[in-house]
């Protein structure tokens, strides 16, 4: 489909102004999860589904290469960025969010990391939701992927549309010097991070959905190539159209018994006009797939979610749902950095022109050079339980590392790469050579919440990343920021340089916590606003255990804020099998084959 292809995506007046828009089904958001969803659902000739998605095709050369699309700052990238919430607990430092927007979503913009998470589900399954452990999934994550570098197995796909590779050789001698100390602190090295018999604790070269051509494979790309969007007349792609609200069959006085979602209105993102809001039909389901940000705000948009803050905003309550917006999560991440010769970090392509030529004609000839390489290569996950004084990991059993028991779930992520870790388009660092541990809480007790700013549906939401609300989290940020500063401590030891350049003042508690306030970032990994839980649920969920939402027909969710709670892992790979998982259920519940 690249370069320069005339992908067929009608715009909002396309759609609006035919005589009778009605689609079987209607999937709102064509991110991550909605372009698996909607290449699932019209795979069957018969069934007519209309995809809408509020950023554009982006298509663009730069979109294919690993590292520059991954740039979020670039002209042209399909990311909104906005300010969130104050943070209460961080000197009310205001961090921005980052959401893709565009066909593909979440996929087309981040670091392409593939991790599944194993004992994360069957703690979903311990909370109840049934047919949601890791034994209930692991179908779906094989019938999606295809990884390249892993061996034939029975939990690896192999045929599936999606495309994950492993690096194994590290790119810079840092990354190596940084694998052996994380070694002599304890931490097995493992070929395949996504196996269900790897060690709970570990350290491993990741699966990044990169194609063999060292380009960046999006779910766009994956479920919607051009093939299937020119060729499925039933399959109708609708971009740069925002999803204003929904429509019911009842009114809010009729009765929740009678509630049915029947249709979506839009219009398009780039006008804000009433006369040209349109309406679609869904003539069987309407299926939210707008993420853990957008999903929650139509919701509340068209008077579903907690009363009171409807009522505030003077929006009819067509059903009251406190779960909706209301239990955000995000993993919270540390960047520890430190000085390396500029030859070891990414940094050189912007500081040295001809070094940036020799990679770019790499990259031209063979696909290899830095231009190909993943932002995060390497990823390393412990438990701080396990961390001992001198942060080493202590002794332990295979069954304090079993990877399929949700007691040992990964607390404790350090991702290492070859550039800056720390927010914002400029800064300092970028003029020399950088190498950065990003520590990550992976298991955060606190939580936040997406509320609307205002009733328009133009208007960005109100998320409170909510970090540090339950003291708990600063136990194992310490540790993490702890932990990473060791393994700094053990690079040099082996006599690599390795210059302090973002790290503590000391290692006392009240210089740490500092640190953390001033440095803490989003890791972009926003989950858990539309959570899979019972309406009665001491966090009152939204959606049943086929994704149903509770009290009203016709309406699922399909995205990463049906998270019963945050993964470990990064959370894209979970969104596609939850997109996988709801095809089947439509599929089942409809007799669609
Ligand atoms: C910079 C960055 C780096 C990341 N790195 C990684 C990584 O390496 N590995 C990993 O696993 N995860 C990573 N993530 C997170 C991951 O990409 C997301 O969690 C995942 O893509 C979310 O999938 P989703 O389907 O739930 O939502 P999304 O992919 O966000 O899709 C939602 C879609 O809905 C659309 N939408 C929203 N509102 C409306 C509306 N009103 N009308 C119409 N359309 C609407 C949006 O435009 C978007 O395309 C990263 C995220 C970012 C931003």
Redo the contacts with the bound molecule.
């Keep these: 489909m690249w370069p320069f292809t005339n992908y067929p995506a009608h715009k909002a007046q396309d759609i609006g102004q035919l005589s009778d828009p009605i689609f079987d089904f209607i999937i709102?958001?064509?991110?991550?999860?909605?372009c698996c969803l909607a290449s699932r659902l019209s795979e069957d000739p018969n069934v007519s589904v209309l995809l809408?998605?509020?950023?554009p095709v982006s298509n663009d050369w730069q979109a294919h290469v690993p590292v520059l699309s991954?740039n979020?700052y670039r002209p042209g990238a399909?990311?909104?960025i906005f300010p969130m919430s104050p943070l209460t607990h961080a000197n009310d430092r205001v961090v921005q969010a980052?959401?893709?927007?565009?066909?593909?979503?979440?996929?087309?913009?981040?670091?392409?990391?593939?991790?599944r998470g194993i004992a994360d589900y069957n703690k979903w399954k311990d909370m109840g939701r049934t047919n949601w452990g890791y034994d209930a999934l692991e179908p779906y994550f094989v019938k999606s992927e295809n990884a390249l570098s892993q061996p034939p197995s029975s939990f690896r796909g192999k045929d599936g549309l999606w495309l994950n590779q492993t690096f194994p050789t590290p790119f810079f001698e840092t990354q190596r010097r940084v694998a052996e100390a994380a070694k002599k602190l304890g931490i097995p090295h493992i070929s395949d991070i996504n196996s269900p018999h790897a060690p709970a604790v570990c350290l491993a070269t990741v699966d990044?959905?990169i194609t063999p051509s060292a380009h960046r494979h999006s779910?766009f790309e994956a479920f919607l190539p051009l093939k299937v969007a020119q060729t499925r007349k039933n399959l109708t792609l609708c971009t740069d159209?925002?999803?204003?609200g929904l429509k019911f069959s009842a009114d809010a006085n009729s009765g929740a018994e009678s509630l049915k979602a029947i249709g979506v209105y839009?219009e398009d993102?780039h006008l804000n006009n009433l006369s040209q809001r349109f309406c679609a039909s869904a003539s069987r389901e309407v299926i939210l797939?707008?993420?853990?940000?957008?999903?929650p705000?139509?919701l509340m948009?068209s008077g579903v979610g907690p009363k009171n803050h409807l009522l505030d905003l003077k929006l009819a309550v067509v059903k009251d749902l406190p779960g909706v917006g209301s239990y955000l999560k995000d993993h919270i991440g540390i960047p520890v950095s430190y000085e390396v010769p500029m030859h070891e970090s990414v940094n050189c392509l912007k500081n040295s022109i001809p070094r940036a030529l020799v990679e770019v004609a790499k990259y031209l000839l063979y696909g290899g050079g830095l231009l190909s390489i993943p932002?995060?290569p390497s990823t390393i996950y412990l438990r701080s339980s396990l961390l001992g004084e001198s942060m080493e990991i202590t002794e332990t059993t295979p069954r304090d590392v079993d990877a399929r028991n949700p007691d040992n779930i990964p607390d404790i992520e350090v991702m290492y790469f070859a550039h800056r870790a720390n927010e914002g388009e400029h800064s300092a660092l970028d003029r020399v050579g950088v190498f950065s541990l990003l520590t990550v809480v992976a298991q955060p007790k606190s939580f936040g919440s997406v509320r609307l700013a205002s009733p328009d549906?133009h208007a960005r939401a109100q998320i409170d990343l909510g970090y540090f609300s339950n003291p708990d989290d600063w136990v194992v940020a310490r540790k993490a920021v702890r932990f990473a500063l060791r393994l700094g401590q053990e690079v040099r030891t082996q006599g690599h340089p390795f210059k302090d350049l973002v790290v503590p003042e000391s290692d006392d508690n009240a210089s740490i916590d500092e640190f953390i306030r001033q440095n803490l970032r989003t890791?972009?990994?926003?989950?858990s606003t539309c959570r899979m839980a019972p309406e009665d649920d001491p966090r009152p969920g939204v959606v049943d255990d086929e994704l149903k939402v509770h009290g009203i027909n016709g309406l699922r969710v399909?995205?990463?804020?049906i998270f019963p709670d945050i993964l470990s892992?990064?959370?894209?790979?979970?969104?596609?099998v939850?997109?996988e998982k709801c095809a089947d259920l439509i599929k089942k519940a409809h007799g669609i084959h």
């Design positions: 709102v958001g064509g991110g991550t999860a909605g809408i998605e509020r950023g991954a979020i399909p990311a909104a980052v959401i893709g927007e565009g066909l593909g979503g979440g996929s087309l913009i981040n670091g392409q990391i593939y991790t990044l959905t779910t159209t925002l999803v204003t839009f993102t797939c707008a993420g853990a940000i957008g999903t705000q139509i948009l932002v995060v549906p890791t972009y990994h926003y989950t399909s995205d990463c804020s892992a990064h959370p894209m790979a979970g969104a596609v939850v997109a």
